[in-house]
């Protein structure tokens, strides 16, 4: 069972452009992390949010943790061809040990 | 700073054969995950250790086998290779909780 639903699921925009993806769960995190993924190389950790509507800001990209901490979006305004990757949400349950589980990942391409 | 590192970087299996993922990592992280992901597709838990000598199963473990017996180590093993074990296989250390996980760079596991 997925726990971590992402969409879009692919994305192709032009540069210049503004976007919005999704990482929506039924279940309740007690933190939530965006990654962002090269070809060939490992996820590489974006933000962390851990408080219901928190919302964090890194250069062109502004995440947002829902109030029920069940859903996140990450915004990209501007678009630049170096935004170009595989995005994925990563949830954490803390009943007892934290074990991050992955979304179905949003792959982006931008268009010089 | 090496990191998390994962060996082979790539490798080819006949079905039924066996074979070990090594990482090791110089962070002297607690947890440390494994994950596997198909192409196009976010990352699924296989297993999962909060300390040597600890492990348990993250979403998709059968088929699969781990141990933890040093801080640095954690190797995963396949007994009998099947074709639907053909994924990208990637480690991750870190903390737990809201903190940053760092992955390897992966091993790609083509099973035939």
């Known amino acids: 069972t997925q726990l971590l639903e992402q969409s879009p699921q692919f994305l192709s925009i032009q540069e210049g452009e503004n976007l919005t993806v999704y990482c929506n769960s039924s279940?309740?995190?007690?933190?939530l992390q965006w990654y962002r993924q090269e070809p060939g190389e490992g996820p590489v950790l974006l933000v962390t949010v851990v408080t219901g509507g928190e919302v964090k800001k890194l250069k062109r990209l502004t995440f947002q943790f829902g109030d029920a901490r069940k859903d996140s979006s990450l915004h990209i305004t501007a678009a630049q061809p170096g935004d170009t990757g595989l995005y994925l949400c990563?949830?954490?349950?803390?009943?007892?040990?934290?074990?991050?589980?992955f979304g179905t990942g949003t792959r982006l391409k931008v268009l010089a | 700073n090496a990191g998390v590192t994962q060996t082979p970087k790539f490798r080819i299996l006949k079905i039924g054969q066996s074979m070990t993922l090594q990482c090791t990592q110089d962070m002297n992280h607690n947890y440390m995950y494994w994950y596997r992901q198909d192409p196009g597709m976010g990352l699924k838990l296989i297993y999962y250790s909060v300390g040597a000598g600890i492990t348990d199963k993250g979403e998709v473990p059968n088929g699969y086998n781990v141990s933890r017996s040093t801080t640095e180590d954690f190797p995963l093993r396949l007994e009998l290779a099947a074709p639907s074990q053909t994924s990208v296989y990637f480690c991750a250390g870190g903390e737990g909780g809201a903190t940053e996980a760092f992955f390897g760079q992966g091993t790609r596991l083509t099973v035939v």
């Open positions: 990563a949830g954490a349950h803390t009943s007892g040990t934290y074990k991050y589980i």
């Open positions: 279940s309740v995190f007690s933190s």
